[in-house]
């Protein structure tokens, strides 16, 4: 459905371009494109290889399984259904860590292994349990203090000052995360 909605904006696009005669930006965009298209991806792996160095000497120094264990006290009472001393509880809280340093990338790993104990716990069931709607829920709010990504995008495109929006994201990604963990509550209060 994706692809049919991008297909879709690439022909209106060029169509509204040729309608306007300006064919001349439509041959310049589509020249260079696929040029920057290269050079962001090899900025943004730049950058993942980067975090995951700093994710890795983290994990060595203990620094990881002290921020683990820190949020593994912030989080438990959101995950009820979780015993303390389960594996799962320890990925959650290390996809979150690294979420919140802005290497979502890096993130996705700890996740993928935080669902596979997640299904474990709900009996490898094909109905998501409420943890796995919770974590799912509070991954996807854009849980995020050091957003790396995106300064590294604004640099790149030659902006004055990349680290401007920072305390406006730490704003929305408080207000996101307070809306999505108030919701995520009261569907869990008050489905099945």
Not at 139 to 144: A, P, R, V, Y
Request: glycine share 6%.
């Amino acid at each position: 459905m994706v692809n049919i909605i991008f297909i879709l904006l690439f022909i209106l696009g060029i169509g509204y371009g040729l309608l306007t005669n300006r064919v001349d930006e439509i041959t310049k965009t589509l020249l260079s494109a696929p040029k920057d298209g290269v050079l962001i991806f090899f900025e943004m792996t730049c950058l993942l290889i980067f975090w995951s160095g700093i994710l890795e000497v983290c994990k060595d120094s203990g620094l990881l399984q002290l921020m683990t264990k820190v949020l593994k006290k912030i989080i438990s009472p959101l995950f009820k259904e979780i015993s303390k001393d389960e594996k799962a509880l320890d990925y959650i809280s290390m996809n979150f860590a690294a979420n919140l340093m802005g290497i979502g990338s890096a993130a996705t790993p700890f996740g993928l292994k935080a669902m596979k104990e997640l299904k474990r716990l709900n009996n490898n069931q094909e109905v998501a349990s409420k943890s796995m709607i919770t974590m799912i829920s509070i991954n996807t709010s854009g849980l995020c203090i050091i957003p790396s990504t995106v300064i590294s995008l604004r640099q790149s495109y030659g902006s004055a000052n990349s680290t401007l929006m920072i305390p406006y994201m730490l704003i929305i990604c408080f207000l996101t995360l307070s809306f999505t963990i108030l919701i995520n509550g009261l569907f869990k209060k008050y489905a099945n």
